[in-house]
């Protein structure tokens, strides 16, 4: 079946814009998951969903993110007033919840550019 | 504070050789570890996991050991193929909560013919 899909697959925009990053996860996962994976490093957690709910936010750096999912499928991350420091790849990924294994399954992710 | 690291950033191996991969934590509370390999351009492919009750878990020429003890733990490749070139990143879970994952840095790996 489909795996984890992200658009854009690339994003450039301008310091002080706003950016959309949508996911759709694989069909019948209940957990969603962004992270943020900046050069050299590995990808860090920004929120989880459950459902349709934001379960753990903990990850997003700011308020200038913040992200849905109101039909529990397809999420969007949404970055207000981006800055140059908000330039990464992101990562959405999906699992079933409490799977065997654990392992969470990633989209090819989003690399945004803020110049 | 990096719960979870991978001290070397690169590792060269020739082919048909063992290529082996470490990583370290700091928390005692992760129930779950997993392996996942990234080609650029791609999102991370889960590899292997392990529980934290085990101390070996191995899938074809994959074999990762887990050391509770050093809080180290470790990813095996036998025998190492072209195809493995890519960068391994070690990650690290716990079933409470989110089950959020902890990555280290990555290690980027060449397997050379």
């Known amino acids: 079946g489909a795996g984890v899909s992200q658009t854009p697959s690339n994003k450039v925009t301008e310091k002080g814009k706003y950016v959309e990053l949508r996911c759709d996860p694989i069909?019948?996962?209940?957990?969603l998951y962004w992270y943020r994976q900046s050069l050299g490093q590995g990808p860090e957690f920004l929120i989880y969903?459950?459902?349709?709910?934001?379960?753990?936010d903990s990850g997003l750096p700011n308020d200038r993110f913040f992200a849905v999912r109101p039909e529990g499928s397809v999420s969007t991350l949404k970055i207000q007033r981006t800055e140059r420091g908000d330039s990464a790849v992101y990562l959405c990924?999906?699992?079933?919840?409490?799977?065997?294994?654990?392992?969470?399954?990633f989209g090819p992710g989003t690399r945004l550019t803020v110049t | 504070d990096q719960q979870v690291k991978q001290n070397s950033p690169s590792l060269s191996v020739q082919e048909g050789r063992i290529s082996i991969l470490n990583c370290d934590y700091t928390?005692?509370?992760?129930?779950?570890f997993l392996w996942y390999k990234k080609y650029p351009a791609e999102g991370p492919t889960f590899l292997i996991s392990?529980?934290?009750?085990?101390d070996k878990n191995e899938d074809g020429r994959f074999t990762v050991f887990l050391n509770k003890s050093a809080k180290h733990l470790s990813l095996h490749i036998v025998p190492s193929q072209p195809g493995d070139s890519a960068v391994y990143f070690c990650?690290?879970?716990?079933?409470?909560?989110?089950?959020?994952?902890?990555f280290g840095q990555g290690t980027r790996l060449t397997i050379n013919p």
């Open positions: 990924a999906s699992s079933h919840t409490g799977g065997v294994s654990y392992e969470q399954y």
């Open positions: 069909s019948g996962h209940t957990a």
């Open positions: 969903f459950q459902g349709t709910g934001a379960a753990d």
């Open positions: 928390n005692s509370m992760f129930d779950y």
């Open positions: 392990i529980s934290s009750i085990k």
């Open positions: 990650a690290a879970g716990r079933i409470q909560g989110a089950q959020k994952l902890v």
